[in-house]
């Protein structure tokens, strides 16, 4: 089967980095993104990864091993805005892509 | 540019009854997808069009779900006759040709009684 694992909660204080870590067993694997969802609404794109390796885009950055099926999104300079749910996905192509998400990681940004 | 449309935002009916869910997606963008988050767990897929056809339709539940991408522009969802278990928040998503960047609406929150 397809499966991720994510932490169901992570709490970090204004200004720190926080990184959520992301292990997943799939089959058809094509890349990992990441997905920010505030308060039930629409989940938007954050990052994606093909390759090994640190992706930056500006306090987000997200990592990818292959070999070890295993990512993680790292957040700097925390912000109360940041405060939303967080999801890996495994991006799956089979005759067009489809998104296998992982169940979420409720980050609350304290003062 | 206009973002990925649902529409209702909410949709509240009796087991037995019938739900249409509608998705316009970004203009231009061949493909569609739907999702759904039931309550407490993660977002599943349902099915991805290429314009107007069935690219996979692996994640729908069973026969009591019909999709539809009239002219390859917006999609129906229809879900006859709703189970309890049908209730959740339906997602729709598009992209361009490169899958990975998928653009969602705000969703459906969809509940049978």
């Known amino acids: 089967g397809q499966s991720l694992e994510q932490p169901s909660e992570v709490t970090a204080v204004e200004g720190a980095i926080v990184q959520i870590n992301c292990t997943y067993q799939?089959?058809?694997?094509?890349?990992l993104s990441w997905y920010q969802q505030h308060d039930g609404g629409a989940p938007t794109f954050l990052s994606y990864?093909?390759?090994?390796g640190l992706e930056e885009t500006g306090r987000f950055s997200s990592f990818l091993s292959r070999s070890d099926s295993y990512g993680y999104l790292l957040l700097q300079e925390l912000q109360m805005k940041d405060s939303a749910s967080y999801f890996c996905?495994?991006?799956?192509?089979?005759?067009?892509?489809?998104?296998?998400f992982g169940q979420g990681t409720e980050l609350s940004v304290k003062p | 540019e206009a973002g990925v449309t649902q529409f209702p935002s909410h949709s509240v009916i009796e087991k037995g009854q019938t739900v249409t869910l509608r998705c316009d997606p970004i203009?231009?963008?061949?493909?569609l997808y739907w999702y759904r988050r039931v309550m407490g767990k993660e977002i599943k897929f349902l099915l991805h069009?290429?314009?107007?056809?069935?690219?996979?339709e692996s994640g729908m539940p069973n026969n009591r779900f019909l999709a539809e991408r009239t002219g390859g522009t917006y999609s129906t969802l229809k879900v006859q006759p709703a189970e309890l278990e049908d209730s959740g928040v339906y997602f729709c998503?598009?992209?361009?040709?490169?899958?990975?960047?998928?653009?969602f609406g705000p969703g459906t929150r969809l509940t049978v009684l």
């Open positions: 998503a598009s992209s361009q040709e490169d899958f990975n960047e998928q653009f």
């Open positions: 799939t089959s058809g694997f094509y890349g």
């Open positions: 990864n093909a390759l090994d």
């Open positions: 996905a495994v991006l799956i192509y089979n005759q067009g892509g489809k998104l296998i």
């Open positions: 203009s231009g963008h061949d493909n």
């Open positions: 069009f290429v314009k107007e056809s069935k690219q996979d």
